[in-house]
């Protein structure tokens, strides 16, 4: 089947720091990416949604300029936390969607755990 | 290794009962998420179990067994636009999610 790759899986930063995710599918064109954020114990919320080549689009309360996504080939998203705070520390996970025996279905990547400190 | 087994597809008649199973392995438990999943649309949130047993939601019922590392998502009085992905999750002792591939539920008249 097809395979999101999702890095880092893990990352520790400081307060005021930049960290970026990356998420690739690694053997289909995705279209389009959603990238997401998981509280502990809690479902998965939808940050917003990004097509190759266009703007993404975000979900309500989520900034825009405090998480940039950039959706620059059929390949590659990435999700940039600017000046990152404690209350950033969270879980997020990206999935992406492709054509798999002629359906078109989401992957997800493994998930990045954030900790700012 | 972590691993999380479900069906490809299944069929069910609209009106009707259907069981999805899920079986997962993982590195310690945080608990057991199942998902919808429409052609073409994100995933949308559907129950969690952390502890045994059943948790009923309308028309949806989730069941967890930690013991067996087994759950089952429940539906009834299907109707067509359940024809979805269902997708079943784990997440393990670090907070990464399992992720299963995903059962297929196609629904006829």
């Known amino acids: 089947g097809a395979v999101v790759s999702q890095h880092p899986s893990r990352v520790i930063c400081k307060s005021g720091t930049s960290v970026k995710i990356e998420c690739r599918s690694l053997d289909f064109q995705a279209t389009t990416m959603f990238w997401y954020r998981q509280f502990p114990k809690q479902s998965l919320m939808l940050m917003a949604t990004?097509?190759?080549?266009?703007?993404?689009?975000?979900e309500q309360g989520v900034e825009k300029d405090k998480f940039l996504i950039n959706h620059a080939s059929l390949t590659l998203s990435t999700l940039t936390v600017t000046s990152a705070h404690p209350e950033d520390s969270s879980f997020y996970i990206c999935?992406?969607?492709?054509?798999?025996?002629?359906?078109?279905?989401?992957?997800f990547g493994q998930g990045t755990r954030l900790t700012v400190v | 290794g972590q691993n999380i087994d479900q069906p490809t597809e299944m069929t069910a008649t609209e009106g009707a009962i259907v069981q999805i199973n899920c079986t997962y392995q993982t590195s310690g438990f945080n608990g057991l998420f199942w998902y919808q999943q429409h052609a073409g649309e994100a995933p949308t949130f559907l129950s969690y179990?952390?502890l045994d047993g059943l948790e009923e939601k309308g028309r949806f019922s989730s069941f967890l067994s930690r013991s067996k590392g087994y759950s089952y998502l429940l539906l009834k009085e299907l109707q067509m636009k359940d024809s979805a992905s269902y997708l079943c999750?784990?997440?393990?002792?670090?907070?990464?999610?399992?992720w299963g591939a995903g059962t297929k539920l196609i629904i006829k008249p």
């Open positions: 990004s097509n190759e080549g266009s703007k993404a689009t975000y």
């Open positions: 999750a784990a997440m393990d002792s670090n907070y990464q999610l399992i």
């Open positions: 999935s992406a969607t492709g054509v798999e025996g002629g359906d078109t279905e989401a992957f």
């Open positions: 179990n952390v």
